[in-house]
């Protein structure tokens, strides 16, 4: 049984950092995606990771803001996430699958809150 468990989220002002986990089990060379979605608004692809971590993908609005990685020996995935903006408050959801733009599993996704 698949299962992703996103962690991290919470309140920061603009200009803090937080640092997104996403623990995954019941998978196995997965590539994993960060998503979001604020209210009233779409999900939005915000990174993406393959499994070996060669290759990565950012949207343009976070590009050298956020940072995407894995550790494969503990099955984790993160998203560092600097100089925060109010814009980037959203829901955050950790997703798997078999390309980084086609994803197969989701979690329940983390609140990010970023205060002006």
């Known amino acids: 049984q698949v299962q992703l468990v996103e962690s991290g989220g919470g309140l920061v002002q603009a200009g803090g950092s937080l640092r997104l986990s996403c623990a995954a089990s019941?998978?196995?060379?997965?590539?994993m995606q960060w998503s979001r979605q604020a209210p009233g608004k779409e999900r939005d692809i915000v990174a993406a990771?393959?499994?070996?971590?060669?290759?990565?993908y950012y949207r343009d609005s976070v590009k050298g803001r956020f940072t995407i990685s894995r550790d494969n020996a503990k099955n984790t995935v993160y998203l560092q996430m600097n100089s925060l903006k109010p814009e980037d408050t959203a829901v955050y959801y950790c997703a798997a699958g078999g390309d980084i733009f086609k994803m197969d599993y989701w979690g329940k996704g983390t609140l990010v809150t970023v205060s002006s």
């Open positions: 019941g998978l196995n060379k997965y590539a």
């Open positions: 990771i393959n499994w070996s971590g060669s290759s990565t």
